[in-house]
């Protein structure tokens, strides 16, 4: 903002939105609307991706855990594999609802992992992960406030035949596949779009299908540290920490011996959203 101008509007100039030749004091107000106005629809805001990714991770908790604590509450109402299944549906909704705008990353790892890949701002990923970590604390108390159960009963923990072991080498593992799918699709330009939907939803639904009976195929810090908080039970978080991390940063050295280093226009509108997203190799594809 600079005094009466923003943006190329001068409002001494009568031309200008927000000029007026009523009194000063009604001038000044027509000049806040205005400014008002032109900042909501300024596409540099970050607060519109941190709603979205705020957004998008409440609702991604929401079907996750409000599943296994739905079918606590009410026996039987909710199988394995609806629970299981459910998330990844969500997952593909958001990300064609919202990808456009902050990329639908709802995964703190997703984040750091494009940023490992150059197609996301450094100065970006701590206010997208804290903003994640609020959106699923958020749908965890509400879950617990509305099913009237604990929301531990929708976290992830190991299986009753696994040990923490177990569990952390099957996130890392499945998190290599779910960031490989994500970082491939990226790298095509399709997160934003169709393609990118369906095939991170499909394989978040397929990796609960077979592998959540082990760790409960979390995949993501955000959607277990969630009900953890929550309920005041952090057992066994770090399984859901570390093994994320490990299966992104893998999944990144994948990416550079599949496709080269990133940080082209097609991952870059991938994973910022198509809101002034920043290139830093606008040549490369």
């Not at 004091?25 to 607060?47: C, G, I, K, Y």
């Not at 939907?197 to 082990?214: E, K, Q």
């Not at 039970?233 to 770090?238: E, G, I, K, N, T």
């Not at 940063?249 to 990416?255: F, T």
Request: zero cysteines.
């Amino acid at each position: 903002m600079n005094g009466g101008s923003e943006a190329g509007h001068d409002y001494n100039d009568p031309e200008a939105p927000g000029h007026s030749d009523t009194s000063p004091l009604l001038a000044s107000a027509e000049q806040r609307v205005a400014l008002m106005v032109h900042n909501f629809n300024d596409p540099t805001q970050e607060w519109r991706r941190l709603i979205a990714e705020l957004v998008g991770t409440f609702f991604l908790v929401l079907v996750a855990a409000g599943g296994p604590m739905i079918d606590q509450a009410v026996p039987g109402s909710v199988g394995r594999a609806a629970a299981v299944v459910a998330p990844g549906l969500m997952v593909m909704s958001i990300i064609l609802f919202m990808g456009k705008v902050s990329g639908a990353h709802l995964n703190p790892v997703v984040s750091l992992a494009f940023w490992a890949r150059r197609d996301f701002p450094g100065r970006r990923v701590p206010a997208y992960v804290v903003v994640q970590l609020a959106g699923a604390v958020l749908a965890a108390w509400f879950l617990q406030v509305v099913i009237h159960v604990s929301a531990s009963h929708g976290a992830s923990y190991p299986g009753p035949t696994s040990t923490a072991l177990d569990a952390f080498l099957m996130e890392a593992v499945l998190t290599l596949g779910l960031v490989s799918v994500i970082l491939g699709t990226a790298s095509g330009a399709q997160q934003v779009g169709l393609f990118g939907a369906i095939g991170v939803g499909s394989y978040i639904a397929l990796a609960g299908l077979w592998a959540s009976p082990i760790s409960g195929a979390s995949m993501n810090p955000a959607r277990t540290l969630g009900p953890d908080l929550v309920s005041a039970d952090l057992a066994s978080w770090w399984v859901y920490v570390a093994g994320p991390l490990l299966g992104a940063a893998l999944a990144v050295g994948l990416a550079f011996l599949l496709r080269g280093s990133g940080g082209g226009k097609t991952g870059s509108l991938a994973a910022q959203g198509m809101i002034n997203p920043q290139i830093t190799r606008p040549g490369k594809a």
